[in-house]
């Protein structure tokens, strides 16, 4: 943020910036960064605000503090990556695979079958 006072009252991991201190992105802008077809990124916009995770302003899409899965909150957020990170994790253990050798292995086993 460019205003130190606000950087400070939301620097917190448990607030949220309220939407009207947000700037807004274009669809284009996010089509252009996320490398996506403009069309897709309209189609996927369009489901995001009919679910309330984005809102339409003046300066364009922001995510709006009061959408039910809490994204725009870091807090929320790094909860979420750990429980999804945890889940990854414990498929690949299911699926034996235990670190990186196993990956390694695997693709030597792929490699292997290939040749024959």
Do not use: W
């Amino acid at each position: 943020m460019n205003d130190p006072s606000l950087d400070e009252k939301f620097s917190s991991i448990h607030t949220v910036e309220p939407d009207v201190i947000k700037q807004g992105v274009s669809r284009a802008a996010l089509s252009r960064f996320l490398s996506l077809p403009l069309e897709t990124v309209r189609r996927r916009v369009t489901g995001l605000k009919r679910r309330k995770i984005l809102a339409e302003t003046k300066a364009g899409l922001i995510v709006t503090e009061l959408n039910a899965f809490k994204f725009g909150n870091n807090h929320e957020l790094q909860k979420v990556n750990m429980l999804l990170l945890t889940k990854l994790l414990r498929d690949l253990k299911r699926a034996g695979i235990n670190g990186p050798d196993d990956l390694r292995a695997a693709k030597v086993a792929v490699a292997a079958n290939k040749a024959t």
